[in-house]
Nanobody, 121 residues
Framework: QVQLVESGGGLVQAGGSLRLSCADSGRTFKNFAMGWFRQAPGKEREFVAV????????SYVDSVKGRFTISRDNAKNTVYLQMNSLKPEDTAVYYCAAGRYGTSQWSYDYWGQGTQVTVSS
């Protein structure tokens, strides 16, 4: 059973940083690629970043390249999203997901409940 719980969201000023965490309480974490998605009010959910099962492969949406870093610790069953140089347009609910490596939400079978990130200008 995969159960994903995100944490680390909050309110930050533009230019600041946050680190999101997503922990899986199950025993199969290492078998899944892990992705981060976000959904802003009135907008569709969009892909942010993905990391492969070993942590060696990563991919990012263009708008966060150079600012966000995805990583995972399979010993801790946790995936991270380090977010630097935050912008107001990064404001959204951020979701982690487990599934197959990809940028489409349809590649993922399991989702967390989401954590709010708000960036003030």
């Amino acid at each position: 059973q995969v159960q994903l719980v995100e944490s680390g969201g909050g309110l930050v000023q533009a230019g600041g940083s946050l680190r999101l965490s997503c922990a899986d309480s199950g025993r199969t974490f290492k078998n899944f690629a892990m992705g981060w998605f976000r959904q802003a009010p009135g907008k569709e959910r969009e892909f942010v970043a993905v990391v492969g099962r070993s942590g060696m492969s990563t991919s990012y949406v263009d708008s966060v390249k150079g600012r966000f870093t995805i990583s995972r610790d399979n010993a801790k069953n946790t995936v991270y999203l380090q977010m630097n140089s935050l912008k107001p347009e990064d404001t959204a609910v951020y979701y982690c997901a487990a599934g197959r490596y990809g940028t489409s939400q349809w590649s993922y079978d399991y989702w967390g409940q989401g954590t709010q990130v708000t960036v003030s200008s």
